[in-house]
């Protein structure tokens, strides 16, 4: 008997990046070599989590284990309210306006199972080609279609959403944009959060800011500004993504949260009792530690940005066009001799992992991300490899 089966996990294939991960896998295994491997694939940094969230962990783990609530606890609740007021000048209604998630990579997914009416005529979702693929993954899984707009360069990778044809517009029930960007790098401005937010109500449509490295950004840059500034004190169609993935090292812990329109909020209340997605509340205690401290945040701000330099410095050298690449921990450069997923092979060859550009969407060709997860000194050590291959003729030069 054929067992039943969604044709959509066939028709999404595989989730993009695990290809990488197989690889990465594979060469790691390969230790007989001898030879280091320089892996920049993967978004996922290798930096201790603070001891003192580690230490919220331990001392949070209650002898009896209960489920947890899809509200969340509300300390935590309050932490996260108390991390938007600091970080962006905003405050916001824990109890209202706030939803701790598991990490924000399911939150991003499930958001679209509440908003979507699978037979109604405004089903898509707009979201950015080359971006992370879970937009569009959740809106098709909740019975939506998906709508990519292309990103180019020459426009700062922005999504325009004001220069979308009305009829394009008229399809959609939610946008999603996601400043600083995964994978160029690229941030926005207060004013674009404002024009985007302006837009989307004309045309009645949810606006998603997926904001999960708002706290990773070069410090002689601006912080990247959120959607919720743009807003005024009316969160009315608005949600933000927000994660101490990035912010805390806590990749692991899947730590997140939903920040926006009350009655969005409820709507995910409802819906996320039937699916039991609520982060047990040992992560939960472990997570109000982190939301309620910025030093660590900081500090993993400079390892970034020391990272960040030597990279940057080596392509300057090299002429390697760098884009985008304002924030977040990865740079996104125009691949030498126009082929991403060539020059990501020839790399390979020489042990150092990056992503080609249209693993994040077929607007990425031509394009690598790094990922900044190898140590300062294992990123001097790639440079040194990388120039080398470069020196002798194994890879292209600019
Ligand atoms: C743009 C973007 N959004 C969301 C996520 C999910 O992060 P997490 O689920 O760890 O919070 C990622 C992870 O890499 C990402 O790059």
Redesign the pocket.
Known sequence: MPLPTNPLLAELGGYPLAAFQDLARGLRADAGSGRPLYDFSI??PVEQTPPFIRAALVAGLDPVSQYPTAAGLPELRAAIAGWVARRFGVAVDPDREVLP????????FHLPLALVDPSGPRRAVVWGDP??P?YERGQRFAGGTSDPVALTAADGWRLELGDLAPDRLAKACLVWT?YP???TGATVDLDYHRRTLATARDHELVLAS?E??ADIYPDDAPAPPSLLQACDGNLRGVVV??????RSG??GY???ALVGDAELIAAQRLLRPNVGTASPEVLQRAAIAAWSDDEHAAQRRAVFNAKRAVLLEFFADAGIHVSGSAA?FYLWFAAPGGDDAAYAEALLKTRIIASPGRAFGPAGRDWLRLALVPSVDGCAEAVAVWRDAIAVGALPGH
């Open positions: 978004g996922d998630t598991a990490g924000s990579k399911e939150a991003v971006g992370y879970v996601n960007h995964n994978p997926d999960c490295y993504a927000l994660s101490l993935s990035k806590m990749t899947r730590c997140g977040t």
